[in-house]
């Protein structure tokens, strides 16, 4: 099993920036890649950033793309969502997940991959005012 904790939601005024964290436990050899993702209110859940833990190699979302940064610190097993100029858009809850090595090969931007064959976190609510 992987436990996955997030923190660092909060209410931000456009332009501004906030960090989530997600602190890991359990398994490591079930965390073959790590992400974020987010669900505003009756919308589908959707890929924001995507990071494999073995080589670092990052995916985003097209628009999230130069304004979020994903980053691992690996002795903390915590995930990082550095987001800058936020925008209202980006108003959601945002939640960690990890992704087993059985989703190898799936596209990480589909929430189902990681329901499949990965573990969420309970979600940090972010919210942008205008």
């Known amino acids: 099993q992987v436990q996955l904790v997030e923190s660092g939601g909060g209410s931000v005024q456009a332009g501004g920036s906030l960090r989530l964290s997600c602190a890991a436990s359990?398994?490591?050899?079930?965390?073959?890649?790590m992400g974020w993702f987010r669900q505003a209110p009756g919308k589908e859940r959707e890929g924001v950033a995507a990071?494999?833990?073995?080589?670092?190699?990052?995916e985003y979302a097209d628009s999230v793309k130069g304004r979020f940064t994903i980053s691992q610190d690996n002795p903390k097993n915590t995930l990082y969502l550095q987001m800058n100029s936020l925008k209202p858009e980006d108003t959601a809850m945002y939640y960690c997940?990890?992704?087993?090595?059985?989703?190898?090969?799936?596209?990480?931007?589909?929430?189902?991959?990681?329901?499949?064959?990965?573990?969420w976190g309970q979600g940090t609510q972010v919210t942008v005012s205008s």
């Open positions: 359990g398994y490591t050899y079930r965390r073959y890649c």
């Open positions: 997940a990890a992704l087993s090595p059985m989703g190898y090969g799936g596209s990480w931007y589909e929430a189902r991959l990681w329901t499949d064959f990965g573990y």
């Open positions: 990071i494999y833990t073995g080589g670092g190699t990052t």
